[in-house]
């Protein structure tokens, strides 16, 4: 591996200078080149992905980070900080071996790509979860033990409802569909690839509660070479311009048409001394200020949008909509 550089006219004009004194031998200058064009290369460390490749793996990890924030902070209810530290390009052996024990390793399908993928999680950010579910505040025991069957159901359970965040991070590269195989706590004994092979480490500094530590996501680089060529600002842009499609408008509207929204019936008003107001009983009538076969104005939030009959459903009130409301009415009865 040569590092060519081209010399400039006043360096070559020095250079031929210090040679015709005898100050600069021809040996002298053959070793220094020798000395230039040669590069240390760590053949136990080969890198995989190009800077660019690990540029667009790195938005796609902060995306991860941010959904995960959100995802988490909604089921655990409280304060949730997940922030991505570092990629790295190492072997299989020096991440299993750089790992806690007891630890949390969640294997998963990288579907639909052949292989698996590993979901580490710091044994003291597992606690925190466990007793913020079961009603704590979230501290983590002195002295780390294994978990309980209950334990690793809920932690399973958990991570199976934040795969979701994984999907959404890497839906500009490939549509994934992840499966929890199965969940780990000692490191020696998962081998989802073999010792020396490559992968792709996305480390992420989290705080869940009162527990800090790590989250890792683990990836094989034989799992993600089919994909390798996708890995670029490039083409991770362009799809995501893509995705704003009627697909994704569809999927909003789905999301928007569960909302749940107040609708208010304004049947008529009255206005009563605070005496009376003090004396009312069980039973007591308040005359209003509209009758009874006159339509009532229908409301959705504080927004006048449909006109009704009051009636009875069975047993229950109810009202008819009779008419709807057009955005000059509204606007005007504003």
Not at 80 to 97: K, P, R
Not at 262 to 275: E, F
Request: with cysteine.
């Amino acid at each position: 591996m040569s590092d060519d550089r081209v010399l400039s006219q006043n360096e070559i004009d020095n250079l031929l200078q210090d040679f015709n004194s005898g100050e600069v031998e021809a040996e002298e200058l053959k070793d220094d080149d020798d000395e230039k064009s040669v590069k240390a290369y760590d053949f136990k460390h080969p890198d995989k992905l190009s800077k660019d490749q690990l540029r667009t793996l790195r938005m796609i990890y902060e995306n991860f980070a941010r959904l995960l924030n959100t995802s988490l902070s909604t089921q655990l209810r409280t304060v949730i900080h997940v922030e991505l530290n570092s990629i790295e390009q190492l072997s299989y052996d020096e991440f299993v071996s750089s790992l806690p024990q007891p630890t949390i390793m969640s294997i998963c399908d990288f579907n639909p790509l052949a292989g698996e993928f590993i979901l580490e999680i710091n044994p003291r950010l597992g606690y925190a979860i466990v007793e913020r579910l079961f009603g704590g505040q979230g501290s983590p025991p002195s002295n780390i033990r294994d978990f309980t069957d209950i334990e690793e159901m809920v932690i399973k359970k958990i991570l199976k409802q934040n795969l979701s965040a994984f999907v959404e991070a890497w839906e500009n590269v490939i549509d994934l569909k992840p499966r929890i195989k199965s969940l780990e706590s000692n490191p020696q004994f998962t081998q989802i690839v073999p010792g020396n092979d490559m992968v792709i480490l996305a480390t992420f500094d989290a705080e869940v509660a009162e527990a800090e530590g790590l989250i890792n996501v683990c990836i094989p680089y034989i799992v993600l070479e089919p994909i390798v060529s996708k890995l670029n600002a490039q083409y991770w842009f362009s799809t995501a311009r893509d995705s704003t499609n009627t697909e994704e408008l569809e999927k909003l509207k789905d999301r928007l048409s569960n909302a749940k929204l107040p609708v208010m019936a304004d049947l008529g008003t009255s206005t009563i001394t605070v005496a009376d107001l003090l004396d009312l009983q069980s039973g007591d009538v308040i005359k209003l200020d509209q009758k009874t076969i006159k339509e009532a104005i229908v409301k959705v939030g504080s927004k006048e949008k449909f006109i009704g009959k009051p009636g009875v459903v069975g047993s229950k009130l109810a009202i008819e909509i009779s008419s709807v409301l057009d955005k000059e009415e509204a606007v005007e009865d504003e």
